[in-house]
């Protein structure tokens, strides 16, 4: 369904994605790990379209994303939603406005319609009644369930999720966690997560990939990844200072 | 020779960022065009930003319209009063407000409270992913963001230079007749006479293109915004710096044109 072959992406003399190959599998959550600024982030914008690669096909579906023009990436697009690390909710509209956007964009939805939508959304990922409030006036947990309320409006078939449990505490975050797993089984998504949050990636993953120096280095099931002899993954999964990953 | 050589290669790069920086800048503009043609046609956004750029702006161009009638009127009396022809100071009033000062001293206005504004709100957007969360959604941001706002400056900084033009001109009425002792109807005989329609027109246009300035140069400051808060600071400064000589500059150039 995703597939990245042999990705290139450098930022001026810095090569973030050096060759990278990827397959990620239809109706299951793939997590991808790997230290922060590795790239991580810059890999799943070019899943979605958001940046183009240097060499190296993008794969969605058997079309090569990177060849198309905006018209068709758009309708490409249309697969996916995105949670992004901080929800990037408008902020100049209402929760509601937010979640009935992708509506409003791209179906011809009645008013009544897309406003038992909103709700629907909204009670998915169990909040209810927020439709009024401004995304100023929600903590940050609230944000990203709105977020990703927003994401699901268009009941897509692909979400990705940038580091979706960054700057929670312990309780929000096992919240989060149990809706990304509720929202996958209900809607039969294909989810792709970055992360580096060791806790979580167990949680959630039904398989785990590797980044590590522009290259994905390990890909499998979360058995698998915590079982591995590789340096580099039993380091991630320490925490430890010492090792093959250099601290800068 | 080695600093010679250092100056001349930061005069190349310099002319180089420039000239990358007003092509871009071109592009912008050729999309929003491109973008504003088609539809849907989001009247409620560009209503929202004509009442930002337009309704919220009007104390503050009544303000600084009525002072610049004002102290045009008080320097001109001193000047003509040295030939005996202070029966010009009305025309003259009449024909810099609307020729020059009510276009220019609006934008530069609208340049300080909107211009900035529209930086700083598509460069926090911008850092704050929510530019890409529009292209996630396959929404053109140009078309959400960029097209309304050109809109609503293009046709209310002229708006507002009307309201400009009309409060120079009662200020200097009044400072003219009333703490100047100019008669009144010598005052009036002279704008009427002297100042065509042609001179409110004209200033109209420089207006509009005004507004177009200001605001396609904020927004694409915003738009390219990098980094955080800094570089959304940075963004807006410059869209102020960058749009108020711009606008200068073009005056000049609409002006020989024009009169």
């Known amino acids: 369904m995703i597939r990245l072959i042999e990705v290139h992406k450098s930022f001026g003399p810095q090569k973030v994605l050096d060759g990278l190959n990827l397959e990620i599998e239809r109706g299951k959550t793939t997590v991808i790990i790997g230290r922060s600024g590795g790239g991580k982030s810059v890999l799943l914008k070019h899943v979605i379209g958001l940046l183009k690669p240097d060499s190296g096909q993008v794969l969605i579906d058997g079309v090569d994303i990177t060849k198309l023009n905006d018209r068709e990436l758009n309708e490409i697009r249309k697969k996916f939603g995105m949670l992004f690390q901080e929800a990037a909710l408008f902020d100049s509209m209402t929760v509601g406005e937010n979640v009935a956007f992708p509506l409003r964009e791209h179906t011809k939805m009645k008013e009544d319609e897309i406003r038992d939508t909103v709700a629907e959304r909204l009670r998915v990922v169990g909040l209810k009644g927020v439709e009024t409030k401004m995304p100023s006036e929600l903590s940050g947990g609230m944000r990203k369930r709105v977020g990703l309320a927003r994401a699901i409006a268009l009941r897509p078939q692909i979400v990705l999720f940038d580091e979706p449990t960054t700057g929670l505490d312990p309780v929000m975050t096992e919240a989060v966690n149990q809706l990304i797993m509720d929202t996958q089984r209900s809607f039969d998504l294909t989810c792709v997560v970055i992360s580096h949050d060791v806790q979580s990636i167990f949680r959630i993953g039904q398989k785990i990939a590797m980044l590590h120096e522009g290259r994905i280095i390990a890909c499998g099931t979360p058995d698998v990844i915590e079982t591995s002899d590789n340096p580099v993954i039993r380091q991630f999964l320490a925490g430890s200072i010492e090792g093959p990953i250099k601290i800068m | ?259």
């Open chain 2, 1 to 259: 020779m080695k600093n010679f050589i250092t100056a001349l290669d930061l005069l190349g790069k310099t002319m180089m960022r420039g000239m990358e920086e007003a092509g871009s800048i071109a592009v912008l503009f050729v999309s929003v065009v491109a973008w504003s043609v088609r539809p849907p046609f989001r009247l409620k956004d560009i209503v929202k930003q004509m009442e930002f750029v337009g309704v919220r702006s009007i104390f503050l161009v009544v303000l600084t319209g009525t002072f610049i009638g004002m102290v045009m009127a008080l320097q001109g009396y001193h000047g003509f009063r040295m030939f005996g022809a202070e029966s010009l100071v009305g025309s003259t009033v009449a024909l810099g407000m609307t020729r020059e000062l009510g276009p220019v001293i609006t934008a530069l206005m609208i340049t300080g409270r909107c211009g900035s504004a529209m930086a700083a709100e598509l460069g926090t957007m911008r850092v704050t992913e929510q530019i890409d969360a529009l292209y996630v959604m396959a929404a053109n941001p140009v078309k959400h963001l960029i097209v309304p706002r050109m809109i609503a400056a293009i046709i209310m900084v002229p708006m507002l230079t009307v309201v400009s033009d009309f409060v120079g001109i009662v200020g200097g009425y009044f400072v003219g007749v009333h703490l100047l002792h100019i008669n009144s109807g010598v005052f009036m005989a002279n704008i009427t006479k002297l100042v065509d329609l042609n001179d409110i027109y004209n200033g109209l246009v420089k207006a509009a293109v005004f507004g177009l300035i200001l605001s396609l140069i904020g927004c694409y400051k915003g738009f390219n915004t990098k980094g955080g808060a800094e570089g959304v600071g940075r963004a807006t400064t410059e869209s102020v710096v960058l749009s108020s000589v711009a606008i200068l500059v073009s005056d000049y150039f609409l002006t020989a044109l024009m009169f």
